[in-house]
């Protein structure tokens, strides 16, 4: 019902203004309705980008810029790339996409050929993950550690390391000072010895 009622919205905007600032539609207008749309489907992600396009093309730039958003820059560049992506966008392939905008922009970075193969043998489908792309879609080997990931990882190493041998030097210091508290058992013994032989006399 929500969808549809935006649609309809959408649809009595018979275009996009021919320039920016002609605001056809409040701020709140697009501040509501994307908001409401970003998350509920493929669908409604797809529209969210559309409104997001809509959005530049209708307010003032610095209207536009003040949008109350419920997510950053980034976000917004990505959702207006996907509305914009001919094979992404397209109604006849949402019912076989990930309803994650994470994963929808991933694939919007495969190869037009390879997308529409991967959507036709089935290997892009609704419970794809972004992280499989790289070797289920383009068929790449797992992406190596970022050199700045394994320098921290060897920093991390490191002071592990250098904790675990002061625990050791604490650990043979107490071994240490123990046994020096402790009598060596055979002299014990022999200094014990006559003692207890003059008691049994």
């Not at 701020?27 to 409104?51: C, P, Q, Y």
């Not at 402790?182 to 049994?200: H, Q």
């Amino acid at each position: 019902m929500l969808l549809a009622k935006i649609s309809s919205d959408n649809q009595a905007v018979s275009a996009r203004a021919s320039k920016p600032g002609a605001n056809a539609r409040t701020k709140s207008h697009f501040e509501a309705a994307i908001a409401n749309s970003w998350r509920s489907s493929v669908a409604g992600i797809m529209l969210t980008g559309d409104l997001l396009n809509q959005a530049e093309d209708e307010l003032d730039p610095e209207v536009f810029r003040a949008l109350k958003l419920p997510f950053g820059q980034r976000a917004t560049q990505m959702l207006r790339r996907l509305a914009d992506h001919p094979i992404v966008s397209s109604h006849a392939n949402h019912g076989s996409l990930p309803p994650c905008w994470r994963t929808l922009y991933e694939l919007t970075k495969v190869p037009d050929d390879l997308l529409q193969s991967a959507l036709a043998d089935g290997r892009i489908h609704p419970e794809l993950q972004r992280k499989d792309i790289r070797g289920q879609i383009l068929g790449l080997p797992p992406r190596t550690k970022k050199k700045s990931d394994l320098k921290a990882e060897v920093t991390r190493l490191k002071s592990e390391n250098t904790a675990l041998r002061s625990q050791v030097r604490e650990l043979q210091a107490q071994l240490r000072g123990t046994s020096s508290e402790m009598p060596d058992i055979p002299d014990f013994l022999r200094r014990t010895a006559p003692a207890a032989a003059g008691k049994e006399a």
